[in-house]
T-cell receptor, first 114, second 116 residues
Framework: AAGVIQSPRHLIKEKRETATLKCYPI?????VYWYQQGPGQDPQFLIS???????DKGSIPDRFSAQQFSDYHSELNMSSLELGDSALYFC?????????????FGPGTRLTVT | AQKVTQAQTEISVVEKEDVTLDCVYE???????LFWYKQPPSGELVFLIR??????QNEISGRYSWNFQKSTSSFNFTITASQVVDSAVYFC?????????????FGKGTKLTVNP
């Protein structure tokens, strides 16, 4: 079965640089979510999109922005990177409005800011 | 506000032992979903099980079983006859039930180590 695809899997950036993370949800899933997981921590919700419209927003810094495109893939743009942005970034998708709320996660992008 | 508490930070067992992971949740919603996810050392998050707030029937699926009790706001997860491959961090999570496309609120996780 198709899974959520994320790219790149690993990314190393320097402080103040920008980064773009990409996510391709499972086909026919209507909602995409982004989560940030710091070392030894639980995943924290950043933002979600339902049918290409932003549906919810969590603790996402103003330096971050995201969007979902017409082909349903999503991108998380991160600017003015800080050391504290080093984390594992997950994208997930679900078919919630069809009564299947469980979210399936991609393998994650490990971002290291030096 | 929603909150998930996993009081057990780390658990260590010997292979073939049964192990129960505790989860207590708080929510004001009348409709909600509860989940368990597994995060092995490789880092991915794997969906295991989901329960709806209106369905308290407890089930068994292979070596996994779960005990959902609304009266105590608990959603405990048991692995029977544990195996080394069960070693991972297990997260309990909660989402609102309205619409079905709601964010997950995770507990802090329980690190399970199964020793041979």
């Amino acid at each position: 079965a198709a899974g959520v695809i994320q790219s790149p899997r690993h990314l190393i950036k320097e402080k103040r640089e920008t980064a773009t993370l990409k996510c391709y949800p499972i086909p026919r899933h209507d909602t995409v979510y982004w989560y940030q997981q710091g070392p030894g921590q639980d995943p924290q919700f950043l933002i979600s999109f339902y049918e290409k419209m932003q549906s919810d927003k969590g603790s996402i810094p103003d330096r971050f922005s995201a969007q979902q495109f017409s082909d349903y893939h999503s991108e998380l743009n991160m600017s003015s990177l800080e050391l504290g942005d080093s984390a594992l970034y997950f994208c997930a998708s679900s078919q919630g409005t069809s009564g299947v709320p469980e979210q399936y996660f991609g393998p994650g992008t490990r971002l290291t800011v030096t | 506000a929603q909150k998930v508490t996993q009081a057990q930070t780390e658990i260590s067992v010997v292979e073939k032992e049964d192990v129960t992971l505790d989860c207590v949740y708080e929510t004001r919603d009348t409709t909600y979903y509860l989940f368990w996810y597994k995060q092995p050392p490789s880092g991915e998050l794997v969906f295991l099980i989901r329960r709806n707030s209106f369905d308290e029937q407890n089930e068994i699926s292979g070596r996994y079983s779960w005990n959902f009790q609304k009266s105590t706001s608990s959603f405990n997860f048991t692995i029977t006859a544990s195996q080394v491959v069960d070693s991972a961090v297990y997260f309990c999570a909660l989402s609102r039930g309205e619409g079905g496309s709601e964010k997950l609120v995770f507990g802090k996780g329980t690190k399970l180590t199964v020793n041979p």
